[in-house]
């Protein structure tokens, strides 16, 4: 999942933990989902390592990438 | 040579004053081109160089009082300049010189007024018109840079997005951004962009740009192409030319212009510190919903099971029933502690029960007294008939006796008992 789609979920969780009309059941899977995707925003943000690619166009419409990563 | 007698002999300083005066008269203010050397920067801020061209050089000076137009440290060696002043010679030396007003770097001037016409075009055309702009997404994962591989953009760029936004991957399309050659790749650059975004996966953002140089280093981005290639592109563009003050007309076609590269980054990326902090937030903000949310659902069952749930009409009646049927087994759970104290009171109730049974007396030697058939106990002696039959009940097996005598005092009674 991305974090943009992470972070749209847990919107989402947390609207739905707002409402009165979500039961107790629904509340208790909707934390424990809520939990455990702040935990992968979290860690995916902090784990991340930037990826630098020259695009090179061999022929019009085909391409190979050439890594510019520091070493 | 004999020298006339109307010949005029001029002395040196007649010869220079006479010959800075025509010069002086004959050009009056003039625009020389030429390219600086030999510059020196006086202690008075008079500034001393010489123009020259591929076959000839004049001496130049501007002094400090004139410069205001153009700072002197704008000026540098090697710079064509297109100058503005006055021819003289200098008398007490005899030497010819330029006297510049006003200096500007070759063309620049008509640089500039030939960008201002096209923004005036594109404009009218509508290429700037803002309801041509796409938003920038929120959170770019996929970004495109248009740019020198060798330049100060790709750097900026990269140490920004290190910092801020890792997650992200940076797709380098290369060109070069100033000479000749660099409008025409820059629209390869922007085309294979495109191309790339479609015949892979969509870049959700590409930065086209570069770092600071002069008005001639930026002007390919103010080619109609480039400027046209920009507006065309279908990725959001961010425009990156140069320092602050800097632009190139990509700028106003682009759907976001930033100052610089660095800029660039900072606009477009979300920084991961505050949505790491946002992110810690809400989960501390889920722990406390969700344990009002449980100590509200004790409280509300609470007061279902103590009674409340009879006194609602009907369908808000069924409704809590339903909750109730609910949450029987969480119930169970929950009050078993109360079905042990329940057995407890039951034990107690048995031996209540056990105490007040009527036999227990009998144990102790009393006894109970019917009349034969009868099974009411005898409790006044008035009432049982002489030769009548009674019946005793001992703790352990009966009496059975005939009246001989009955009595209403209670200490005298005779009994016959056979």
């Not at chain 2, 100033?178 to 930065?207: C, F, H, K, N, T």
């Not at chain 2, 700028?251 to 992110?279: G, K, M, N, Y």
């Not at chain 2, 339903?322 to 039951?346: A, I, S, W």
Request: with cysteine; proline share 4%; net charge negative.
């Amino acid at each position: 999942m991305t974090i943009e789609d992470a972070l749209g979920k847990l919107e989402e969780i947390t609207r739905q933990l707002e409402d009165e009309e979500t039961g107790l059941d629904a509340s208790i899977a909707l934390f424990e989902e809520g939990l455990t995707l702040a935990a992968s925003i979290k860690a995916q943000l902090e784990e991340a390592k930037l990826k630098v690619e020259q695009v090179i166009e061999k022929t019009q419409g085909t391409f190979t990438l050439d890594s510019l990563d520091l070493t | 040579m004999q020298i006339g007698q109307s010949e005029h002999i001029y002395t040196v300083s007649e010869l220079n004053r006479t010959a800075r005066e025509t010069l002086e008269e004959t050009f009056g203010e003039i625009w020389l081109r030429g390219e600086v050397s030999e510059l020196t920067r006086a202690a008075s801020g008079h500034l001393y160089f010489t123009l020259k061209d591929d076959d000839a050089e004049i001496s130049a000076v501007r002094f400090r009082s004139r410069s205001a137009l153009l700072s002197p440290m704008a000026v540098e060696q090697g710079m064509v300049v297109l100058a503005l002043g006055r021819l003289t010679v200098y008398e007490p030396r005899g030497r010819y010189q330029f006297i510049a007003s006003l200096l500007q770097p070759v063309g620049e001037g008509a640089l500039q007024a030939a960008i201002e016409r096209l923004k005036s075009k594109l404009q009218a055309e509508g290429l700037f018109d803002p309801a041509h702009k796409s938003p920038i997404p929120r959170f770019p994962l996929r970004i495109g840079l248009v740019t020198s591989p060798s330049g100060a953009a790709l750097r900026d760029l990269r140490s920004v997005l290190e910092r801020r936004w890792p997650v992200a991957q940076v797709f380098l399309f290369a060109s070069s951004v100033q000479g000749e050659a660099a409008p025409s790749e820059l629209v390869r650059a922007i085309e294979a962009a495109e191309r790339y975004s479609q015949a892979e996966a969509p870049l959700d953002v590409l930065i086209v740009g570069r770092g600071g140089g002069s008005a001639e280093d930026l002007a390919a981005f103010s080619d109609e192409r480039v400027v046209r290639a920009v507006h065309g592109c279908t990725i959001p563009t961010v425009s990156a030319v140069g320092h602050e003050i800097d632009f190139g007309l990509t700028d106003f076609a682009a759907d976001l212009r930033a100052p610089t590269p660095s800029a660039a980054a900072e606009l477009v990326v979300p920084d991961r510190e505050e949505i790491i902090d946002a992110t810690r937030a809400r989960a501390v903000w889920l722990r406390q919903s969700f344990a009002r949310r449980l100590e509200a659902r004790a409280a509300r069952l609470d007061g279902l099971l103590r009674g409340y749930v009879l006194r609602l009409p009907g369908r808000r009646i069924e409704r809590a029933a339903q909750e109730l049927d609910g949450q029987v087994d969480r119930l169970v759970r929950m009050v078993g502690d109360r079905f042990r104290d329940r057995t407890r009171r039951l034990q107690h109730v048995r031996e209540v029960l056990r105490l007040s049974d009527p036999d227990r007396p009998l144990e102790r030697g009393y006894s109970v007294t019917f009349l034969k058939g009868e099974s009411e106990p005898i409790k006044d002696a008035s009432r049982v008939p002489l030769n009548a039959w009674i019946e005793t009940r001992l703790h352990a097996g009966r009496l059975l006796s005939r009246i001989t005598e009955t009595s209403k005092d209670a200490n005298t009674k005779e009994v016959d008992a056979n």
